[in-house]
């Protein structure tokens, strides 16, 4: 298992950044992919960029040109740097490693950007 959490959120205006942070317990490194997910008041938790071990990174298409997904080996520790936020991008961010089959979630971190 891999234990995660989340920081970072906060309440922004439009058109503001946050980076949001995911530390986890152990070598990010070592798990499949690591990835950010959010999930919006009655909606389902959608994906919005993924890493694989090997570097790769995927987005989801509200994601892309505005948010950055990075690790840092030293500190076990997966970014999100989110640019040119707007309103629609209000909702709980999560944490996902996916490691042996297994995926593990962090508690989420609130993001509100207001208009």
């Known amino acids: 298992q891999v234990q995660l959490v989340e920081s970072g959120g906060g309440l922004v205006q439009a058109g503001g950044s946050l980076r949001l942070s995911c530390a986890a317990s152990r070598n990010i490194f070592s798990c499949n992919t690591m990835a950010w997910y959010r999930q919006a008041p009655g909606k389902q938790r959608d994906l919005v960029a993924i890493v694989t071990s090997g570097g790769n990174s995927n987005y989801a298409d509200a994601a892309k040109g505005r948010f950055t997904i990075s690790r840092d080996r030293a500190k076990n520790t997966v970014y999100l740097q989110m640019n040119s936020l707007t309103p629609e991008d209000t909702a709980v961010y999560y944490c996902?490693?996916?490691?042996?089959?297994?995926?593990?979630w962090g508690p989420g971190t609130q993001v509100t950007v207001s208009s």
């Open positions: 996902n490693a996916l490691s042996f089959g297994v995926a593990n």
